[in-house]
């Protein structure tokens, strides 16, 4: 067992990473020093953190967990067998919690201060068995809200943008603000909401999400409160199992200003994870819900994985963990593989 000082791990940061990624030793932090290991320690229970990254060294690890301080217990900190296959520096740690709310408001702070993604789950869905995503579609399968995109075309962008944002940080009813919104895109032609669907981007990461999850046989679905007419585009452009979205009506090839048929919010996503993990026989135990919004929350909370995509600060605080840097791929990171 060799012990690393902390004021030598810029020396031996390279050294190190290079050797544990090649075999089966793992750090242990404990008392000021960091301790290689090359035998098997106390696993701590099934409380993982992941921590995650472009080319995390030493100072960032460090500085995480002295962040952490006594709010955790560090048992082992080994490679991610995902380490670098997408260009991230992935760590898994088994830990215990000793005060959960203390160690999430900390590790958040770190994660700002050094660059770092991370998240603490008591619990991880199973990449290798079949499980259930569901996503929302505006400012998370995409990286638009194409309500704004439509509103620019009825000249009232501005007012309609506000609204968005206010009831994504759930300042607003939901319900209430659609219809607000919708409202404000009475005379739109229906084509030229084509030039929108056809340039929709698509956030970092998620084809490479997709392929990996479709291999391992899940099921994956757009739950949004947005509109089908970019949803279904998305489900047929991605391969999805299913979308579900609200419908705009239309008259004489132009938006009447309504919409037609129940309004999907959050309780209507957070029903959508149990409807579907029943009709493809999934335990609720491999569900995932991934989104942005306040009204993804109840989604988020009905699965057994909700993941803060890029999301509101309100959203980041509720959800179990969170991607605030890289792509929509890191969502398999927190997977137990």
Request: aromatic share 6%; hydrophobic share 40%.
């Amino acid at each position: 067992m060799a012990v690393l000082p902390i004021s030598d791990y810029q020396r031996y940061a390279h050294q190190f990473l290079l050797e544990s990624f090649q075999t089966r030793s793992y750090l242990n932090y404990s008392d000021g020093e960091w301790k290689k290991h090359l035998t098997p320690a106390d696993e701590g229970g099934n409380t993982v953190l992941t921590v995650f990254g472009q080319a995390i060294n030493f100072h960032q690890l460090e500085g995480l967990l002295m962040q952490l301080g006594t709010s955790i217990t560090l048992h082992r900190i080994q490679r991610h067998s995902l380490c670098n296959v997408y260009g991230e520096t992935v760590l898994r740690a088994n830990v215990t919690l000793n005060d959960e709310a203390q160690a999430r408001v900390r590790l958040a702070q770190a994660c700002e201060q050094f660059a770092l993604e991370a998240g603490i789950q008591l619990q991880q869905p199973k990449l290798k068995e079949a499980g259930l995503l569901v996503m929302d579609m505006d400012s998370t399968v995409i990286q638009i809200e194409c309500i704004d995109e439509i509103a620019a075309l009825a000249g009232c962008k501005d007012e309609v943008s506000e609204v968005t944002l206010q009831a994504m940080q759930g300042k607003l009813d939901f319900d209430a603000s659609l219809i607000k919104r919708v409202a404000c895109l009475k005379g739109v032609e229906v084509a030229a909401l084509e030039k929108i669907r056809d340039s929709l981007p698509l956030t970092q990461g998620i084809q490479i999400l997709i392929k990996e999850l479709k291999m391992r046989n899940w099921r994956l679905a757009i739950a949004s409160g947005g509109f089908t007419y970019f949803a279904d585009y998305l489900g047929e452009r991605l391969g999805l199992d299913e979308t579900l979205a609200n419908i705009l009506e239309v008259n004489k090839g132009k938006l009447t200003g309504q919409v037609t048929g129940s309004i999907v919010n959050g309780e209507t996503k957070a029903q959508t994870i149990a409807r579907l993990a029943s009709a493809y026989d999934i335990p609720l135990s491999q569900t995932v819900a991934a989104g942005d919004g306040a009204n993804d929350l109840p989604m988020m909370q009905v699965a057994s994985l909700g993941v803060a995509c890029h999301a509101k600060p309100t959203v980041t605080e509720h959800a179990d963990v969170s991607i605030r840097h890289s792509g929509l791929h890191a969502l398999l990171y927190f997977l137990e593989v």
